[in-house]
């Protein structure tokens, strides 16, 4: 129980830290934001008018505290340009990037899984190389440049897919589905490189087990007794790196959707920062660094479900 105490105060500092950090690094921000506003054409008790109605005037703890309040229950404040709460502006770009990182992660796995297999079964042979090589070239090359590859054969050469946009699900599956393929496609590859690397080297533990040569003694093939013992000693590994790799994900997610015009976090973030949308900016940045420490909450809980072993030692703690 005190494990689990712990971690939770862990998140709570963690997320007040963040918090003080963005507002910190959004108010620093060169320039008047109600100058902005307004443009240069405006007179002085306009740019006065519009920093007392956004509270800009008062002193800069008294600002936090009543954003921080804010947040806490729920009101991440008004856009200054489209005077929507932000809420209601993350909540269509949220869905947008949960699709787009949560089928790239599945995407990875698929491609993880079966190439790590093979290079640990052949790793003394050329398929085992030639699967380190491309997971290597793959880590090398940019996010940006993948998709733009992906969209020049597919989309430019090809013709097969539209080269950027995204329409809702509920409108329309089929043409969602075929706006989200080559950028689930390039998130996809791209983490799928940095797993393979995990992939391999967990089941190269398992080829030296003796539960792995019991297995092969009594007649099972090498891949299929390496599926039977060595998913779940890999499952540990690829759920510790995913969890690590989260905010690389979600970096990835937003160049992604900037390649892509995929409407999502990523796109609104970079949208505010050209607009000088104080609110949306700070409320998206918050929200990423809540959705991340929760996921990384989840992971570390999931080891509990993964390894009888982590349970264990959480009930004796």
Same mark, same amino acid.
């Given at each position: 129980?005190?494990?689990?105490?712990?971690? *939770? !105060?862990?998140?709570?500092?963690?997320? *007040?830290?963040?918090?003080?950090?963005?507002?910190?690094?959004?108010?620093?921000?060169?320039?008047?934001?109600?100058?902005?506003?307004?443009?240069?054409?405006?007179?002085?008790?306009?740019?006065?008018?519009?920093?007392?109605?956004?509270? *800009?005037?008062?002193?800069?703890?008294?600002?936090?505290?009543? $954003?921080?309040?804010?947040?806490?229950?729920?009101?991440f404040g008004i856009s200054h340009l489209s005077? =929507?709460?932000?809420?209601?502006?993350?909540?269509?770009?949220?869905?947008?990037?949960?699709?787009?990182?949560?089928? &790239?992660?599945? !995407?990875?796995?698929?491609?993880?899984?079966?190439?790590?297999?093979?290079?640990?079964?052949?790793?003394?042979?050329?398929?085992?190389?030639?699967?380190?090589?491309?997971?290597?070239?793959?880590?090398?090359?940019?996010?940006? #440049? /993948?998709?733009?590859?992906?969209?020049?054969?597919?989309?430019?050469?090809?013709?097969?897919?539209?080269?950027?946009?995204?329409?809702?699900?509920?409108?329309?599956?089929? =043409?969602?589905?075929?706006?989200?393929?080559?950028?689930?496609?390039?998130?996809?590859?791209?983490?799928?490189?940095?797993?393979?690397?995990?992939?391999?080297?967990?089941?190269?533990?398992?080829?030296?087990?003796?539960?792995?040569?019991?297995?092969?003694?009594?007649? $099972?093939?090498?891949?299929?007794?390496?599926?039977?013992? &060595?998913?779940?000693?890999?499952?540990?590994?690829?759920?510790?790196?995913?969890?690590?790799?989260?905010?690389?994900?979600?970096?990835?997610?937003?160049?992604?959707?900037?390649?892509? /015009?995929?409407?999502?976090?990523?796109? *609104?973030?970079?949208?505010?920062?050209?607009?000088?949308?104080? #609110?949306?900016?700070?409320?998206?940045?918050?929200?990423?660094? %809540?959705?991340?420490?929760?996921?990384?909450?989840?992971?570390? #809980?999931?080891? %509990?479900?993964?390894?009888?072993?982590?349970?264990?030692?959480?009930?004796? !703690?």
């Amino acid at each position: 129980m005190g494990r689990y105490l712990r971690r *939770l !105060g862990i998140f709570a500092v963690t997320l *007040l830290g963040a918090s003080i950090l963005i507002f910190a690094v959004t108010a620093a921000l060169p320039g008047d934001i109600a100058q902005v506003l307004l443009g240069t054409d405006a007179t002085p008790e306009r740019v006065e008018a519009l920093r007392r109605e956004y509270g *800009l005037d008062r002193p800069l703890p008294l600002r936090y505290l009543e $954003w921080l309040g804010g947040v806490l229950t729920g009101n991440f404040g008004i856009s200054h340009l489209s005077r =929507q709460p932000v809420l209601a502006l993350i909540g269509p770009s949220l869905a947008v990037t949960a699709w787009l990182v949560g089928l &790239g992660i599945l !995407g990875a796995l698929l491609i993880a899984l079966p190439a790590g297999m093979v290079a640990a079964l052949k790793r003394r042979h050329w398929q085992g190389f030639a699967v380190n090589a491309l997971a290597q070239l793959g880590m090398a090359i940019p996010v940006f #440049f /993948g998709g733009m590859l992906i969209v020049l054969v597919f989309s430019g050469w090809l013709g097969w897919l539209p080269p950027n946009g995204y329409v809702p699900l509920r409108t329309d599956p089929v =043409q969602w589905a075929r706006h989200l393929v080559l950028p689930v496609a390039t998130l996809a590859v791209v983490q799928g490189a940095v797993l393979i690397r995990y992939v391999r080297s967990a089941f190269v533990e398992v080829l030296s087990e003796d539960y792995y040569r019991t297995a092969r003694a009594i007649g $099972w093939t090498p891949a299929a007794a390496l599926l039977r013992h &060595g998913v779940r000693n890999a499952a540990v590994s690829l759920v510790t790196v995913i969890g690590l790799q989260l905010s690389a994900v979600l970096v990835g997610a937003i160049v992604v959707e900037y390649v892509f /015009g995929l409407p999502g976090l990523g796109w *609104l973030l970079l949208n505010a920062v050209g607009q000088r949308d104080l #609110f949306v900016i700070q409320g998206t940045v918050m929200f990423l660094v %809540l959705a991340v420490l929760v996921i990384n909450a989840l992971v570390d #809980f999931s080891y %509990l479900l993964i390894d009888p072993r982590q349970r264990a030692q959480g009930e004796i !703690g």
